[in-house]
């Protein structure tokens, strides 16, 4: 069992950036690769970026790549994602989610785990 509590959502202008935080807990919280999905309103969660669990490999959506960067504190079981240039089509509810067999997945169903999201609103 993994608990997942993200943080860090807010309002900001285009072009400003944000960090999100998911603090992990949980037996298998530190075997798990960690995920970042989003969502907008009447649409499905899309896949933005993911980590293995030693924190070396990591894997992005094209619409994520060159300005949002994942990372993981091993230590304290956090997983972040840095967001850059931020555009309003980023604009989502953002999740995090785990992944027990350590494994990086661009469809959501094989994370076993999620969190409550944080929302994110970029103002043009």
């Known amino acids: 069992q993994v608990q997942l509590v993200e943080s860090g959502g807010g309002l900001v202008q285009t072009g400003g950036s944000l960090r999100l935080s998911c603090a992990a807990s949980?037996?298998?919280?530190?075997?798990?690769?960690m995920g970042w999905f989003r969502q907008q309103p009447n649409s499905d969660r899309e896949f933005v970026a993911a980590?293995?669990?030693?924190?070396?490999?990591?894997y992005y959506a094209d619409s994520a790549k060159g300005r949002f960067t994942i990372s993981r504190d091993t230590a304290k079981n956090t997983v972040y994602l840095q967001m850059n240039s931020l555009r309003p089509e980023d604009t989502a509810v953002y999740f995090c989610?785990?992944?027990?067999?350590?494994?990086?997945?661009?469809?959501?169903?094989?994370?076993?785990?999620w969190g409550q999201g944080t929302q994110v609103t970029v103002s043009s």
């Open positions: 980590i293995t669990a030693d924190g070396r490999t990591t």
């Open positions: 949980g037996r298998t919280a530190s075997s798990s690769a």
């Open positions: 989610a785990a992944q027990a067999d350590n494994r990086l997945y661009y469809y959501g169903h094989y994370y076993q785990y």
